[in-house]
T-cell receptor, first 113, second 116 residues
Framework: AQSVTQLGSHVSVSEGALVLLRCNYSSSVPPYLFWYVQYPNQGLQLLLKYTSAATLVKGINGFEAEFKKSETSFHLTKPSAHMSDAAEYFCAVSATGFQKLVFGTGTRLLVSP | GAGVSQSPSNKVTEKGKDVELRCDPISGHTALYWYRQSLGQGLEFLIYFQGNSAPDKSGLPSDRFSAERTGGSVSTLTIQRTQQEDSAVYLC??????????????FGPGTRLLVL
C-alpha cells in the first residue's frame, strides 16, 4: 500500500524567499511521485513528476523536486517565491499495479510581499 | 486542446435526493478517475475506469455511490439518497493508459456538491 505525509498544513514565505514543501512517502513497491498545485476554485494542475528516471525533477513555474529513496522523500523547492505561487500543493504517489493516486493532506503556501 | 470538463460546476440538493455528476475526459484518454475532495477526508480516490476492463470501485464509500462510463468516454457519477456528509468537491481526471501508473492524470475543475 502507498501513503504520503506532507509536513505543515501551512507554509508562509516572503516574496523572493526559498520555498520548501515537504513530502514523505511510503510504498511497498517502487513509487511514482507527483506534485500538483490547486488554485482557489480550480482543479489540480501537475507541477512535476518522478517516474524512476532522473532523481532531480524540474517542473513548471521554476519548481523542482528531488527523489531521495534513502529518506523516502520528494520535497518540492523553488529558489524565489512569487506572489502568484500562493496556492495549495499536493504530493501524491502511485505505483505499478496501483493506478490510483494517493494524496497527502496538502500544504497551503502563503506568500507575503 | 480541450481539457477535462465537468458539469454541473455547482450543485445544491436536499438530503435524500439523487444527483448525477458528469465528466467529459480528454479525447483519446482511455483511463478515467473520480476523486472526492472534502474538508474532513482530503483528496480520496473513488473509482477508476480503464478501457473495457471492469472498473476499480475500491474507493466508493457506500453502495449509494455508483458510476458508469458509456462508450469509453463520458462518465457519470451517481449518488443516491444523498447525505450531508456527501458534501464535497468531486473531481474527475483522465490519462493515457499506455504508461500505466506513471501517466499524468489531468484533472477537471470539479463539481461542488452541497447537500442541505
Amino acid at each position: 500500500a502507498q501513503s504520503v505525509t506532507q509536513l505543515g498544513s501551512h507554509v508562509s514565505v516572503s516574496e523572493g524567499a526559498l520555498v520548501l514543501l515537504r513530502c514523505n512517502y511510503s510504498s511497498s513497491v517502487p513509487p511514482y511521485l507527483f506534485w500538483y498545485v490547486q488554485y482557489p476554485n480550480q482543479g489540480l494542475q501537475l507541477l512535476l513528476k518522478y517516474t524512476s528516471a532522473a532523481t532531480l525533477v524540474k517542473g513548471i513555474n521554476g519548481f523542482e523536486a528531488e527523489f531521495k529513496k534513502s529518506e523516502t522523500s520528494f520535497h518540492l523547492t523553488k529558489p524565489s517565491a512569487h506572489m502568484s505561487d500562493a496556492a495549495e500543493y499536493f504530493c501524491a504517489v502511485s505505483a505499478t499495479g496501483f493506478q490510483k493516486l494517493v494524496f497527502g493532506t496538502g500544504t497551503r503556501l502563503l506568500v507575503s510581499p | 486542446g480541450a481539457g477535462v470538463s465537468q458539469s454541473p460546476s455547482n450543485k445544491v440538493t436536499e438530503k435524500g435526493k439523487d444527483v448525477e455528476l458528469r465528466c467529459d475526459p480528454i479525447s483519446g484518454h482511455t483511463a478515467l478517475y473520480w476523486y472526492r475532495q472534502s474538508l474532513g477526508q482530503g483528496l480520496e480516490f473513488l473509482i477508476y475506469f480503464q478501457g473495457n476492463s471492469a472498473p476499480d470501485k475500491s474507493g466508493l464509500p457506500s453502495d449509494r455511490f455508483s458510476a458508469e462510463r458509456t462508450g469509453g468516454s463520458v462518465s457519470t457519477l451517481t449518488i443516491q439518497r444523498t447525505q450531508q456528509e456527501d458534501s464535497a468537491v468531486y473531481l474527475c481526471a483522465s490519462s493515457l493508459a499506455s504508461g500505466g501508473a506513471q501517466e499524468t492524470q489531468y484533472f477537471g475543475p470539479g463539481t461542488r456538491l452541497l447537500v442541505l
